[in-house]
Protein backbone atom coordinates (compact mmCIF):
# COMPACT_ATOMS: atom_id res chain seq x y z
CA UNK A 1 0.00 0.00 0.00
CA UNK A 2 2.68 2.66 1.06
CA UNK A 3 4.56 1.95 -2.50
CA UNK A 4 1.45 2.42 -4.07
CA UNK A 5 0.86 5.41 -2.42
CA UNK A 6 4.23 6.50 -3.11
CA UNK A 7 3.92 5.79 -6.67
CA UNK A 8 1.09 7.91 -6.83
CA UNK A 9 2.99 11.10 -5.01
CA UNK A 10 5.63 10.72 -7.71
CA UNK A 11 3.21 11.13 -10.69
CA UNK A 12 1.37 13.54 -9.22
CA UNK A 13 4.50 15.66 -8.78
CA UNK A 14 6.38 14.96 -12.22
CA UNK A 15 2.67 15.67 -14.00
CA UNK A 16 3.33 18.89 -15.83
CA UNK A 17 1.26 21.73 -13.63
CA UNK A 18 -2.34 23.01 -14.63
CA UNK A 19 -2.47 25.96 -16.06
CA UNK A 20 -5.73 27.91 -14.56
CA UNK A 21 -7.76 29.14 -17.49
CA UNK A 22 -7.80 33.15 -17.84
CA UNK A 23 -11.01 35.24 -16.87
CA UNK A 24 -12.99 35.97 -20.24
CA UNK A 25 -12.84 39.68 -21.17
CA UNK A 26 -14.88 41.88 -23.23
CA UNK A 27 -13.26 42.03 -26.44
CA UNK A 28 -15.13 44.90 -27.20
CA UNK A 29 -13.80 47.31 -25.15
CA UNK A 30 -10.24 45.85 -24.90
CA UNK A 31 -10.88 46.58 -28.54
CA UNK A 32 -11.53 50.03 -27.77
CA UNK A 33 -8.56 50.74 -25.07
CA UNK A 34 -5.79 49.21 -28.11
CA UNK A 35 -7.44 51.50 -30.27
CA UNK A 36 -7.63 54.66 -28.04
CA UNK A 37 -3.56 53.95 -27.55
CA UNK A 38 -3.05 53.52 -31.22
CA UNK A 39 -4.51 56.78 -31.98
CA UNK A 40 -3.12 58.79 -29.06
CA UNK A 41 0.72 57.07 -29.34
CA UNK A 42 1.09 55.91 -33.03
CA UNK A 43 3.99 58.36 -34.33
CA UNK A 44 1.69 59.28 -37.71
CA UNK A 45 -1.30 60.91 -35.99
CA UNK A 46 -3.48 60.36 -39.34
CA UNK A 47 -2.57 56.39 -39.68
CA UNK A 48 -3.10 56.41 -35.43
CA UNK A 49 -6.73 58.02 -36.44
CA UNK A 50 -7.47 55.89 -39.31
CA UNK A 51 -6.52 52.19 -37.60
CA UNK A 52 -7.81 53.09 -34.55
CA UNK A 53 -11.67 53.89 -36.52
CA UNK A 54 -11.03 50.76 -38.21
CA UNK A 55 -10.82 48.92 -35.03
CA UNK A 56 -13.81 50.65 -33.51
CA UNK A 57 -15.98 50.09 -36.50
CA UNK A 58 -14.79 46.11 -36.79
CA UNK A 59 -15.85 45.92 -32.96
CA UNK A 60 -18.96 47.08 -33.66
CA UNK A 61 -19.90 44.95 -36.19
CA UNK A 62 -18.99 42.21 -33.66
CA UNK A 63 -15.41 41.37 -35.51
CA UNK A 64 -14.24 40.12 -32.62
CA UNK A 65 -17.01 39.32 -29.27
CA UNK A 66 -16.11 35.40 -30.29
CA UNK A 67 -12.42 36.10 -28.67
CA UNK A 68 -12.98 35.90 -24.86
CA UNK A 69 -10.19 34.46 -24.22
CA UNK A 70 -6.90 36.97 -23.98
CA UNK A 71 -5.00 34.63 -25.52
CA UNK A 72 -6.80 34.14 -28.47
CA UNK A 73 -8.04 37.88 -28.46
CA UNK A 74 -4.16 38.98 -28.61
CA UNK A 75 -3.09 36.61 -31.42
CA UNK A 76 -6.08 37.76 -33.54
CA UNK A 77 -5.52 41.71 -33.11
CA UNK A 78 -1.84 40.84 -33.60
CA UNK A 79 -2.08 39.32 -37.16
CA UNK A 80 -5.07 42.10 -37.55
CA UNK A 81 -1.93 45.32 -36.89
CA UNK A 82 0.87 43.20 -37.74
CA UNK A 83 0.87 44.26 -41.74
CA UNK A 84 0.35 48.03 -40.62
CA UNK A 85 3.68 47.89 -39.03
CA UNK A 86 6.00 44.97 -37.93
CA UNK A 87 6.26 46.47 -34.35
CA UNK A 88 3.03 46.02 -33.74
CA UNK A 89 2.20 43.48 -31.00
CA UNK A 90 -0.47 42.55 -28.81
CA UNK A 91 0.18 40.42 -25.76
CA UNK A 92 -1.06 38.44 -22.46
CA UNK A 93 0.48 37.56 -19.43
CA UNK A 94 -1.60 37.00 -16.45
CA UNK A 95 -2.64 40.08 -14.45
CA UNK A 96 -1.14 40.23 -11.23
CA UNK A 97 -3.69 41.63 -7.88
CA UNK A 98 -2.60 45.30 -6.67
CA UNK A 99 -0.05 45.41 -9.19
CA UNK A 100 -0.27 48.76 -11.41
CA UNK A 101 -1.17 48.94 -15.27
CA UNK A 102 1.91 50.55 -15.62
CA UNK A 103 4.87 49.13 -14.08
CA UNK A 104 7.49 51.20 -12.53
CA UNK A 105 10.55 50.84 -14.64
CA UNK A 106 13.20 49.09 -12.53
CA UNK A 107 16.67 50.06 -13.44
CA UNK A 108 18.51 47.46 -10.87
CA UNK A 109 16.22 44.60 -12.87
CA UNK A 110 17.04 45.89 -16.07
CA UNK A 111 20.85 45.99 -15.18
CA UNK A 112 20.69 42.61 -13.90
CA UNK A 113 19.21 41.24 -16.85
CA UNK A 114 21.49 42.54 -19.26
CA UNK A 115 24.32 41.94 -17.04
CA UNK A 116 22.74 38.40 -17.59
CA UNK A 117 23.62 38.09 -20.82
CA UNK A 118 26.56 40.33 -21.07
CA UNK A 119 25.23 43.42 -22.63
CA UNK A 120 24.27 40.98 -26.16
CA UNK A 121 27.29 39.97 -26.70
CA UNK A 122 27.25 36.46 -27.05
CA UNK A 123 30.99 35.25 -28.14
CA UNK A 124 34.07 37.36 -29.60
CA UNK A 125 36.90 35.54 -31.42
CA UNK A 126 39.23 35.59 -34.14
CA UNK A 127 38.36 33.09 -36.82
CA UNK A 128 41.20 31.21 -39.43
CA UNK A 129 42.87 33.73 -41.46
CA UNK A 130 42.38 36.84 -38.58
CA UNK A 131 39.05 37.62 -39.34
CA UNK A 132 37.33 39.44 -36.18
CA UNK A 133 33.95 37.86 -35.28
CA UNK A 134 30.81 39.31 -33.34
CA UNK A 135 28.37 37.42 -32.22
CA UNK A 136 25.56 39.97 -30.97
CA UNK A 137 21.78 39.59 -29.79
CA UNK A 138 21.08 42.39 -28.36
CA UNK A 139 21.74 46.00 -28.57
CA UNK A 140 22.36 46.75 -24.64
CA UNK A 141 21.10 50.29 -23.88
CA UNK A 142 24.05 53.01 -22.13
CA UNK A 143 24.31 56.29 -21.17
CA UNK A 144 27.92 58.23 -20.63
CA UNK A 145 30.11 55.27 -19.37
CA UNK A 146 28.98 51.78 -17.91
CA UNK A 147 29.19 48.29 -18.00
CA UNK A 148 27.42 48.06 -21.69
CA UNK A 149 29.74 50.47 -23.49
CA UNK A 150 32.66 48.87 -21.36
CA UNK A 151 31.63 45.32 -22.93
CA UNK A 152 31.63 46.80 -26.47
CA UNK A 153 34.69 48.44 -26.12
CA UNK A 154 36.08 44.66 -25.14
CA UNK A 155 34.46 43.13 -27.80
CA UNK A 156 36.21 45.80 -30.39
CA UNK A 157 39.81 46.14 -28.40
CA UNK A 158 39.70 41.84 -28.78
CA UNK A 159 39.28 42.07 -32.88
CA UNK A 160 41.86 45.48 -33.20
CA UNK A 161 44.60 43.70 -34.89
CA UNK A 162 42.08 41.72 -37.46
CA UNK A 163 41.84 41.84 -41.28
CA UNK A 164 38.22 41.54 -42.00
CA UNK A 165 35.43 41.51 -39.25
CA UNK A 166 31.78 40.23 -38.86
CA UNK A 167 29.27 41.35 -36.95
CA UNK A 168 26.61 38.46 -36.72
CA UNK A 169 22.87 39.37 -36.48
CA UNK A 170 21.02 36.44 -37.62
CA UNK A 171 19.75 35.96 -33.56
CA UNK A 172 19.13 39.51 -32.78
CA UNK A 173 15.50 41.26 -32.21
CA UNK A 174 17.44 44.93 -31.67
CA UNK A 175 17.37 46.77 -28.86
CA UNK A 176 19.40 50.27 -28.20
CA UNK A 177 20.10 52.99 -30.66
CA UNK A 178 22.63 54.15 -28.61
CA UNK A 179 24.45 51.17 -28.60
CA UNK A 180 23.74 51.08 -33.00
CA UNK A 181 25.29 54.62 -32.76
CA UNK A 182 28.07 53.52 -30.76
CA UNK A 183 29.11 50.20 -32.55
CA UNK A 184 28.47 51.82 -36.07
CA UNK A 185 30.62 54.82 -34.93
CA UNK A 186 34.05 52.35 -34.68
CA UNK A 187 33.28 51.64 -38.95
CA UNK A 188 33.25 55.41 -39.75
CA UNK A 189 34.87 58.85 -40.15
CA UNK A 190 34.14 61.20 -36.48
CA UNK A 191 31.48 63.06 -37.20
CA UNK A 192 30.36 61.10 -40.20
CA UNK A 193 26.37 62.29 -41.54
CA UNK A 194 24.74 58.37 -42.02
CA UNK A 195 22.58 58.02 -38.87
CA UNK A 196 19.03 57.79 -38.48
CA UNK A 197 16.45 60.44 -36.95
CA UNK A 198 13.53 59.25 -35.66
CA UNK A 199 10.51 61.00 -36.85
CA UNK A 200 7.59 60.99 -34.00
CA UNK A 201 4.71 64.04 -32.71
CA UNK A 202 7.35 65.30 -30.46
CA UNK A 203 10.69 66.56 -31.30
CA UNK A 204 12.95 64.81 -33.41
CA UNK A 205 15.46 62.20 -31.87
CA UNK A 206 18.96 60.87 -33.21
CA UNK A 207 20.76 57.71 -33.48
CA UNK A 208 24.09 59.44 -33.75
CA UNK A 209 26.78 58.69 -30.53
CA UNK A 210 26.47 60.51 -27.90
CA UNK A 211 29.92 59.31 -26.97
CA UNK A 212 33.78 58.97 -28.45
CA UNK A 213 34.81 55.39 -29.12
CA UNK A 214 37.74 54.35 -27.07
CA UNK A 215 40.33 52.77 -29.32
CA UNK A 216 41.23 53.14 -32.99
CA UNK A 217 38.61 53.52 -35.97
CA UNK A 218 38.29 50.34 -38.16
CA UNK A 219 37.68 52.82 -41.49
CA UNK A 220 39.39 50.58 -44.01
CA UNK A 221 38.56 46.83 -42.66
CA UNK A 222 36.64 44.91 -44.71
CA UNK A 223 33.10 44.42 -42.59
CA UNK A 224 30.53 41.89 -42.88
CA UNK A 225 27.01 41.90 -41.51
CA UNK A 226 25.07 38.54 -41.16
CA UNK A 227 21.53 39.00 -41.35
CA UNK A 228 18.26 36.48 -41.16
CA UNK A 229 14.45 36.58 -40.76
CA UNK A 230 14.85 37.08 -37.33
CA UNK A 231 17.09 39.89 -37.52
CA UNK A 232 14.49 42.69 -36.34
CA UNK A 233 14.31 46.82 -35.22
CA UNK A 234 17.80 47.72 -34.02
CA UNK A 235 19.81 45.24 -35.71
CA UNK A 236 18.14 45.91 -38.89
CA UNK A 237 19.02 49.38 -38.06
CA UNK A 238 22.28 49.26 -37.88
CA UNK A 239 23.23 46.78 -41.25
CA UNK A 240 21.28 49.20 -43.15
CA UNK A 241 22.84 52.19 -41.50
CA UNK A 242 26.17 50.67 -42.74
CA UNK A 243 24.71 49.30 -45.77
CA UNK A 244 23.77 52.68 -46.95
CA UNK A 245 27.11 54.50 -46.40
CA UNK A 246 28.56 51.85 -48.60
CA UNK A 247 30.68 50.66 -45.34
CA UNK A 248 29.51 47.33 -45.13
CA UNK A 249 28.69 44.09 -47.10
CA UNK A 250 25.15 42.55 -45.73
CA UNK A 251 25.33 38.95 -46.21
CA UNK A 252 22.41 36.48 -45.56
CA UNK A 253 18.66 36.67 -45.98
CA UNK A 254 15.93 39.82 -45.67
CA UNK A 255 15.49 40.44 -42.04
CA UNK A 256 12.51 41.09 -40.41
CA UNK A 257 11.28 44.74 -41.90
CA UNK A 258 10.52 46.33 -38.27
CA UNK A 259 11.83 49.89 -38.02
CA UNK A 260 9.57 51.89 -36.11
CA UNK A 261 10.70 52.08 -32.45
CA UNK A 262 8.16 52.67 -29.66
CA UNK A 263 6.66 50.94 -26.43
CA UNK A 264 4.47 48.89 -24.53
CA UNK A 265 0.62 50.14 -23.44
CA UNK A 266 -1.48 48.61 -20.99
CA UNK A 267 -4.98 48.13 -21.99
CA UNK A 268 -6.43 45.99 -19.32
CA UNK A 269 -6.91 42.17 -18.23
CA UNK A 270 -3.03 41.33 -18.48
CA UNK A 271 -3.18 42.86 -22.54
CA UNK A 272 -0.95 45.31 -23.45
CA UNK A 273 -0.39 46.72 -27.08
CA UNK A 274 3.20 47.39 -28.06
CA UNK A 275 2.41 51.04 -30.27
CA UNK A 276 5.33 52.69 -32.55
CA UNK A 277 5.89 56.15 -31.56
CA UNK A 278 8.70 56.81 -33.98
CA UNK A 279 10.28 56.15 -37.58
CA UNK A 280 13.48 55.88 -38.74
CA UNK A 281 14.96 58.43 -41.77
CA UNK A 282 17.74 57.61 -42.82
CA UNK A 283 20.18 61.05 -44.33
CA UNK A 284 21.56 58.48 -47.24
CA UNK A 285 18.74 56.84 -48.51
CA UNK A 286 15.79 59.14 -47.29
CA UNK A 287 13.85 55.84 -46.19
CA UNK A 288 13.92 53.32 -43.88
CA UNK A 289 13.65 49.07 -43.54
CA UNK A 290 9.53 48.96 -42.48
CA UNK A 291 7.97 46.37 -44.38
CA UNK A 292 10.61 45.46 -46.92
CA UNK A 293 13.61 44.27 -44.40
CA UNK A 294 17.13 44.78 -45.07
CA UNK A 295 17.98 43.38 -48.19
CA UNK A 296 20.96 41.23 -47.86
CA UNK A 297 24.05 42.60 -50.70
CA UNK A 298 25.11 38.57 -50.56
CA UNK A 299 22.01 36.05 -50.50
CA UNK A 300 22.77 33.16 -48.30
CA UNK A 301 20.63 31.05 -46.25
CA UNK A 302 20.99 31.49 -42.41
CA UNK A 303 23.09 28.20 -42.12
CA UNK A 304 25.40 29.14 -44.77
CA UNK A 305 25.54 32.91 -44.44
CA UNK A 306 28.61 32.58 -41.89
CA UNK A 307 30.49 29.99 -44.11
CA UNK A 308 29.94 32.84 -47.08
CA UNK A 309 31.26 35.93 -45.14
CA UNK A 310 34.14 34.24 -44.55
CA UNK A 311 34.77 33.12 -47.96
CA UNK A 312 34.13 36.76 -48.86
CA UNK A 313 36.70 38.28 -46.25
CA UNK A 314 39.55 35.55 -46.91
CA UNK A 315 39.39 36.97 -50.84
CA UNK A 316 39.37 40.55 -49.88
CA UNK A 317 42.47 39.94 -47.42
CA UNK A 318 43.87 37.48 -49.91
CA UNK A 319 44.11 40.58 -52.62
CA UNK A 320 46.78 42.35 -50.42
CA UNK A 321 50.38 41.43 -50.28
CA UNK A 322 51.00 38.58 -47.96
CA UNK A 323 54.13 37.45 -46.61
CA UNK A 324 54.62 33.43 -46.37
CA UNK A 325 53.14 31.66 -44.17
CA UNK A 326 50.24 33.64 -44.13
CA UNK A 327 49.72 33.59 -48.08
CA UNK A 328 49.45 29.99 -48.35
CA UNK A 329 47.19 30.05 -44.99
CA UNK A 330 44.56 32.27 -46.35
CA UNK A 331 44.89 29.91 -49.46
CA UNK A 332 44.70 26.88 -47.35
CA UNK A 333 41.27 28.36 -45.32
CA UNK A 334 39.56 29.15 -48.65
CA UNK A 335 40.06 25.76 -49.85
CA UNK A 336 38.52 24.45 -46.79
CA UNK A 337 35.72 26.31 -46.87
CA UNK A 338 34.61 25.42 -50.29
CA UNK A 339 31.63 22.54 -50.31
CA UNK A 340 34.04 19.68 -50.25
CA UNK A 341 34.07 17.68 -53.32
CA UNK A 342 31.82 14.28 -53.05
CA UNK A 343 33.64 11.21 -52.81
CA UNK A 344 32.35 7.77 -52.62
CA UNK A 345 32.66 5.82 -49.09
CA UNK A 346 34.51 3.03 -51.16
CA UNK A 347 37.27 5.12 -52.33
CA UNK A 348 37.78 6.66 -49.19
CA UNK A 349 38.02 3.01 -47.19
CA UNK A 350 41.84 2.88 -49.07
CA UNK A 351 43.64 5.13 -46.57
CA UNK A 352 41.56 3.89 -43.71
CA UNK A 353 45.10 2.05 -41.63
CA UNK A 354 47.55 2.83 -38.92
CA UNK A 355 50.57 5.63 -40.04
CA UNK A 356 52.83 5.56 -37.38
CA UNK A 357 51.16 7.54 -34.77
CA UNK A 358 48.62 8.04 -36.80
CA UNK A 359 45.27 5.92 -37.07
CA UNK A 360 42.86 6.83 -40.02
CA UNK A 361 39.14 4.85 -39.99
CA UNK A 362 36.39 5.52 -41.86
CA UNK A 363 33.39 7.05 -39.68
CA UNK A 364 30.19 6.86 -42.39
CA UNK A 365 31.03 8.85 -45.09
CA UNK A 366 34.19 10.88 -43.72
CA UNK A 367 37.71 9.19 -43.05
CA UNK A 368 38.41 10.27 -39.19
CA UNK A 369 42.02 10.73 -37.79
CA UNK A 370 43.16 9.93 -34.55
CA UNK A 371 46.62 11.02 -33.04
CA UNK A 372 47.20 9.09 -29.30
CA UNK A 373 44.77 10.66 -26.75
CA UNK A 374 44.14 14.13 -28.76
CA UNK A 375 40.68 14.32 -30.16
CA UNK A 376 40.20 12.50 -33.17
CA UNK A 377 39.61 15.29 -36.30
CA UNK A 378 37.81 14.66 -39.45
CA UNK A 379 39.42 14.86 -42.98
CA UNK A 380 37.58 16.73 -45.06
CA UNK A 381 38.39 15.94 -48.89
CA UNK A 382 39.83 18.62 -51.28
CA UNK A 383 39.88 18.95 -55.08
CA UNK A 384 43.36 17.23 -55.61
CA UNK A 385 43.17 13.60 -55.33
CA UNK A 386 44.30 12.10 -51.28
CA UNK A 387 44.67 15.73 -50.26
CA UNK A 388 42.46 16.68 -47.36
CA UNK A 389 41.82 19.45 -44.96
CA UNK A 390 41.79 18.60 -41.07
CA UNK A 391 38.59 20.22 -39.92
CA UNK A 392 39.21 23.01 -37.10
CA UNK A 393 42.58 22.95 -37.73
CA UNK A 394 42.86 25.16 -40.66
CA UNK A 395 46.61 24.98 -41.07
CA UNK A 396 47.00 21.29 -41.17
CA UNK A 397 46.63 19.15 -44.07
CA UNK A 398 47.06 15.20 -45.22
CA UNK A 399 48.07 13.99 -48.27
CA UNK A 400 48.16 10.35 -48.37
CA UNK A 401 50.61 8.44 -50.99
CA UNK A 402 48.44 5.79 -53.14
CA UNK A 403 48.89 4.42 -56.56
CA UNK A 404 46.12 4.96 -58.85
CA UNK A 405 43.15 2.14 -57.62
CA UNK A 406 44.92 0.93 -54.83
CA UNK A 407 45.74 1.46 -51.23
CA UNK A 408 47.86 4.48 -49.47
CA UNK A 409 50.94 3.48 -48.44
CA UNK A 410 52.26 6.60 -46.77
CA UNK A 411 50.66 10.02 -45.14
CA UNK A 412 52.35 13.21 -45.18
CA UNK A 413 51.14 15.64 -42.41
CA UNK A 414 51.87 19.07 -43.88
CA UNK A 415 51.68 22.64 -42.14
CA UNK A 416 50.79 25.96 -44.12
CA UNK A 417 54.45 27.29 -42.83
CA UNK A 418 55.89 24.58 -45.49
CA UNK A 419 56.85 21.85 -42.59
CA UNK A 420 56.07 18.16 -43.46
CA UNK A 421 56.46 14.94 -42.49
CA UNK A 422 55.94 11.27 -43.83
CA UNK A 423 54.44 8.24 -41.97
CA UNK A 424 54.61 4.86 -43.76
CA UNK A 425 51.37 2.53 -43.48
CA UNK A 426 52.05 -0.43 -40.72
CA UNK A 427 54.18 -2.96 -42.44
CA UNK A 428 51.30 -5.09 -41.60
CA UNK A 429 49.14 -3.14 -43.47
CA UNK A 430 50.92 -2.54 -46.44
CA UNK A 431 49.24 -3.67 -49.52
Do not use: C
Not at 89 to 115: C, E, I, L, T
Not at 120 to 140: H, K, M, S, T
Not at 154 to 168: E, K, P, R, W
Not at 266 to 291: H, K, M, R
Request: hydrophobic share 45%; net charge neutral; no cysteine.
Amino acid sequence: MKTLLAAVVMALALAPPVLAQPAPIDPRARTEAIAAAIQQEYFDEAKGRRLAAELRAEAAKGAYDSLKDPRDFAGALSARLRPQDGHFQVSWSPPQAGAPDRPAFDPAKAAAAARRINYGFRAVQVLPGNIGYIDLRQFAHFEGDGPARAAADAAMALIAGTDAVIVDLRFNGGGSPAMVGYLASWFVPSGADIYNTFKSRGPDTYEAPTAEIRGARRLEVPLYILVSGRTGSAAESFAYTLQAAKRATVVGERSAGGANPGGANPVGDGLEVFVSSGSPVNPITGANWEGTGVVPDVVAAPDQALVRAQVLALRRIAQAPLAEPAATEVRWILEALDRPPAVDPAALARYAGDYGPYAVTLAGDRLVLRQGRRPPAALDPLAEPGLFAVDGAPTWRIRFEAPIGGPASALVSMGSDGSAARQPRTLAQQP
